[in-house]
């Protein structure tokens, strides 16, 4: 079962929560996948969405991938959920974390990520979602710091508000599986929202 553990209304009206649990349960419009460019679903969240959803997800993403090729930071793909109760997943290409050897390629690398958020809740409001519930995008088998990621995540999904005022999305949920990625992120939370 999964558990809130905060939440926060900005002053746009969304809602920003952090839950702790398994995104493949959650009841929203979309829930975000962080995938791989080529949409192959086999490690990590990915494979938790792909093997609850059923087989119609990796399906309909190799069909994607037909009509538009690999998948961009910017412009995540999208699919029906199959068996998960969300009715979207919106498949998010973030960044792999390489060690970037200077300050300008760690920024891009950042930036990378603070666009698989940003391009997610595009996605969300092109499909008329109402609520949306993404996974610490990058910091599993991708290697993002999450400490990084969990301000980059926090300030994107903000930023996204604040310049799109007529936003149909009002709630956005952090949904993260395991104790150390929670802690990270509600000590993010404290910095910024308390």
């Given at each position: 079962?999964?558990?809130?553990?905060?939440?926060?209304?900005?002053?746009?009206?969304?809602?920003?929560?952090?839950?702790?649990?398994?995104?493949?349960?959650?009841v929203?419009?979309?829930?975000?996948?962080?995938?791989?460019?080529?949409?192959?679903?086999?490690?990590?969240?990915?494979?938790?969405?792909?093997?609850?959803?059923?087989?119609?997800?990796?399906r309909?993403?190799?069909?994607?991938?037909?009509?538009?090729?690999?998948?961009?930071?910017?412009?995540?793909?999208?699919?029906?959920?199959?068996?998960?109760?969300?009715?979207?997943?919106?498949?998010?290409?973030?960044?792999?974390?390489?060690?970037?050897?200077?300050?300008?390629?760690?920024?891009?690398?950042?930036?990378?990520?603070?666009?698989?958020?940003?391009?997610?809740?595009?996605?969300?409001?092109?499909?008329?979602?109402?609520?949306?519930?993404?996974?610490?995008?990058?910091?599993?088998?991708?290697?993002?710091?999450?400490?990084?990621?969990?301000?980059?995540?926090?300030?994107?999904?903000?930023?996204?508000?604040?310049?799109n005022?007529?936003?149909?999305?009002?709630?956005?949920?952090?949904?993260?599986?395991?104790?150390?990625?929670?802690?990270?992120?509600?000590?993010?939370?404290?910095?910024?929202?308390?």
């Amino acid at each position: 079962m999964n558990n809130l553990l905060v939440e926060k209304k900005l002053s746009s009206h969304q809602m920003i929560q952090i839950i702790q649990g398994d995104i493949t349960t959650e009841v929203v419009d979309a829930i975000v996948n962080a995938a791989n460019e080529r949409l192959q679903h086999g490690g990590g969240v990915a494979w938790a969405i792909a093997q609850k959803g059923g087989a119609v997800i990796q399906r309909e993403s190799d069909a994607w991938i037909r009509q538009h090729g690999p998948v961009s930071h910017a412009r995540p793909a999208w699919t029906s959920s199959g068996n998960l109760p969300a009715k979207y997943v919106i498949h998010a290409v973030g960044p792999i974390w390489d060690h970037p050897s200077s300050e300008e390629q760690a920024r891009e690398t950042d930036n990378k990520l603070a666009f698989a958020v940003t391009g997610s809740l595009v996605v969300a409001d092109e499909l008329e979602c109402s609520s949306i519930a993404m996974p610490a995008i990058s910091t599993g088998i991708f290697g993002f710091p999450k400490d990084r990621a969990a301000s980059i995540i926090d300030f994107a999904i903000r930023n996204y508000f604040e310049m799109n005022l007529s936003s149909a999305i009002r709630v956005v949920k952090l949904v993260l599986y395991d104790q150390p990625t929670v802690d990270v992120f509600l000590r993010q939370w404290r910095t910024v929202h308390d």
